[in-house]
């Protein structure tokens, strides 16, 4: 067993060698330094067209031609939102007193409301307290 693990070692040994005599570890950077500096170039190509497509497809006035349509939408259907708008009372609607406490004494409890204790113990012992 020992021969053969000897035996396989050498062939390893021999076929990294091999490997490392056809590598050029300057031809390697060489393609790299090539490769990061073409992929540059067409990333920078990609955004000029990117930014050309949008300009292409960019219409003006599409905001008001969108408001106008959904404005002839609501024409047809019979909603006036202006005048129901219009309705609505400027004034706060006062709150039963019981809904008026519970904010109040939400804010009272600890922040950490709602959380496992089990967090909040791995949290504590995180922090080092």
């Known amino acids: 067993a020992t021969q053969f693990m000897a035996d396989a070692m050498k062939g390893v040994t021999k076929a990294l060698t091999g490997m490392n005599g056809q590598l050029s570890l300057p031809e390697i950077q060489k393609t790299l ?3 990061e500096r073409q992929n540059e170039k067409m990333d920078m190509t990609s955004e000029i067209m990117n930014d050309a497509m949008d300009d292409a497809f960019e219409e003006e006035g599409e905001t008001e031609e969108t408001e106008e349509l959904v404005q002839q939408v609501f024409d047809e259907i019979g909603i006036n939102l202006n005048t129901q708008l219009a309705s609505v009372p400027a004034t706060q ?3 039963p007193q019981a809904q008026q406490q519970e904010p109040q004494a939400a804010q009272a409890e600890p922040i950490g409301d709602g959380i496992d204790e ?3 113990a791995r949290l504590k012992n995180l922090r080092g307290n």
Do not use: I
Request: glycine share 0%; hydrophobic share 35%.
């Open 33 to 35: 330094r090539e490769f």
């Open 93 to 95: 609607v006062q709150q």
């Open 118 to 120: 089990d967090l909040q």
